[in-house]
Structure formats: structure tokens, C-alpha cells
């Protein structure tokens, strides 16, 4: 070798041992996912044949009672009646079908197994489609269900105390959180900020969140934005507190969670082998006064936020 090659490589270069090294790989990662804080704050409630029927008193203020009287014969008399028409809440499913070809799965398995993964990532996206719909399905969403009296609109547009305290008056009794964009929590707190009021943080299942008069404001991306405006909810949640439950149909064939079934349906000729993924749920509100939303609140200027309007 000669002394000029000597001086130029004295030793192995990094590109040559790095053929010999064994690189850490990540399992792939997939930026759509969410913490789905709505999911984990709901109570589920199982149902059967993927049916819940909602029964509610007529009239409950005609339902008469009264203090003890000296003579009994001046007790009221009284029934409590029933609705004859209860609405019937039918479980709705979010679906896919996965497809992975066998030679990938037979070669490409090391370190991380190509069918795990790929079923994985699926099964995060139906999961956020189901978030979405418990927000905005046209039929049981939050947003649809809110009844016209417990619909208010915002005083100054960005959102203030003030709003957020007329919220609680229309979901006073045991309100659990208010559901809101994050850069709808973002613009609160400016307003917050701004008046001298910065609100209170506190820790839930390890993160971090803002309150406001001891109710936590849990972000949710799902809530959408038109024309720089998006709206803020504010729920009571369980069925004991007469409030907002989730409905899943349990005992599913292949069940990996509530209301979560994976199910192989077999190899074709082309040697695809084929998954079914579907989630059954829904969404019921138990009372109109468990649930409230702030109209047309105002998080910045379209040029402030230009991806989030695309």
C-alpha cells in the first residue's frame, strides 16, 4: 500500500463498519394518534343485541309530593308516568378490512412482526375514527345531541371565564369536564392570562390540564374548526349522575378490547392474507342537562393557524 493511501485511511471508516453493525429499529410511528381523553372519561356500559333503549319520565314536574301533614287525608296522590316512545340507540360500527401479503410477513418479521404492527397502527386509526364519532356522528355525536336550550354563544368571541361560567350553569349539577380543541384551551387561556386570572393546572392520569372552577378542559382534536370558530362542551358523565355513557357490545368473536374484534378471514390465491377489524359503539345522554355547548368561539386568525383549516 502506498504512503499516500496510508495517509488517507489509517483505520476502518464508519460507512464500511456500519455493513457489519446491527442498526436499533423503531416500530413505526404514526402521528395521527391521540391520548382519546374522551374514551378513558366515559363510562362504558355494556348492551345487548347492540340496542339501548333510553327510558325517561314524562312530565317530571307533575310527579306531586308534599311535607307531612296533621291530616292525612290532604296527602297528594301521584304517579310517575313513562314515556311511550323511548328513543332506541343502535350501536354503530367503524370497520376495515387489513390486508398483508404472506411473503412480507414470512421475510420481513425481524426484529418487529409486519401483521402485529400493521394491525396495530389499524387498530389506533379505527380508534380515532371512534372518538371523532362520539363528537360528530350526525345521529348520537356529542355535538348533535346537545338539546337547543343548553346551547349558548360566546360574549366577546374568544372564549373567557365568563363563558365557561354560563357553561356551568347549564351542567351544574356534578359537571365532569369541559371538551374543547386544544387551541380552543390555548385561546382561554390567553383570555385568562389577559385578565389576571391564569387558571389552575391539575394532574390526571399523569398529563397535565387546565381548569376552570375545579373542572378539568380536556383537548380533543376531533372537535372541528369552520372559518376560525369551533365550540367548547361541557359534560356530566355515568349513569348513576343520569349523564353521558358510552354504549359497546361485549362478548364480540375475536374481542381484543370493549367492542373491539380482529378476525382472520383467510389467504386468497394471490397469497394476501386478510383481517376484519370492527368496533361497535355509540353514545347516549341520559338527561338534557348533561350536556351543554359554547357556540362560535373564536381561536385566531386564519393566517395565525393555516394548517388547521385545510
Given amino acids: 500500500m502506498s504512503d499516500a493511501t496510508n495517509d488517507n485511511q489509517i483505520a476502518l471508516g464508519d460507512n464500511a463498519a456500519r455493513q457489519l453493525a446491527n442498526a436499533s429499529k423503531s416500530v413505526p410511528q404514526l402521528s395521527t394518534i391521540t391520548p382519546r381523553w374522551l374514551v378513558h372519561l366515559l363510562q362504558w356500559l355494556p348492551v345487548e343485541a347492540g340496542i339501548y333503549r333510553l327510558n325517561k319520565v314524562r312530565n317530571p314536574k307533575d310527579v306531586r309530593v308534599a311535607c307531612s301533614q296533621r291530616d292525612e287525608s290532604e296527602l297528594p296522590q301521584t304517579f ?12 354503530n360500527a367503524v370497520s376495515t378490512v387489513l390486508d398483508v401479503h404472506t411473503r412480507v410477513s414470512d421475510l420481513y418479521s425481524s426484529p418487529h412482526d409486519q401483521i402485529k404492527e400493521q394491525l396495530r397502527l389499524t387498530i389506533e386509526t379505527i380508534k380515532e375514527r371512534q372518538e371523532s364519532e362520539l363528537i360528530n356522528n350526525p345521529d348520537y355525536g356529542l355535538l348533535a345531541s346537545v338539546h337547543d336550550d343548553q346551547r349558548i354563544f360566546t360574549l366577546t368571541g374568544a372564549p373567557t371565564p365568563d363563558d365557561l361560567d354560563e357553561l356551568l350553569t347549564k351542567v351544574w349539577k356534578e359537571p365532569g369536564f369541559f371538551l ?7 385561546a382561554f387561556g390567553r383570555e385568562c392570562t389577559r385578565r389576571g386570572v391564569p387558571p389552575p393546572t391539575v394532574s390526571l392520569f399523569g398529563s397535565q390540564f387546565l381548569t376552570w372552577r375545579g373542572v378539568p378542559l380536556v383537548p380533543s382534536d376531533k372537535l372541528p374548526i369552520e372559518d376560525g370558530k369551533t365550540r367548547i362542551i361541557l359534560l356530566r358523565v355515568g349513569e348513576q349522575r343520569q349523564g353521558v355513557i358510552g354504549l359497546f ?32 359503539c355509540s353514545l347516549a345522554v341520559l338527561t338534557d342537562d348533561a350536556l351543554a355547548v359554547l357556540e362560535d368561539v373564536e381561536i385566531g386568525k386564519y393566517h395565525d393557524y393555516p394548517d388547521t383549516y385545510k
Fill in 180 to 186: 374543547a380543541h386544544p387551541l380552543a384551551i390555548a
Fill in 249 to 280: 357490545q361485549p362478548g364480540l368473536a375475536g374481542e381484543q378490547s370493549p367492542g373491539l374484534s380482529v378476525r382472520f378471514m383467510g389467504i386468497n390465491r394471490h397469497a394476501i392474507s386478510s383481517y376484519l377489524i370492527s368496533l361497535y
Fill in 80 to 91: 310517575v308516568d313513562y314515556e311511550d316512545q323511548p328513543r332506541e340507540y343502535f350501536l
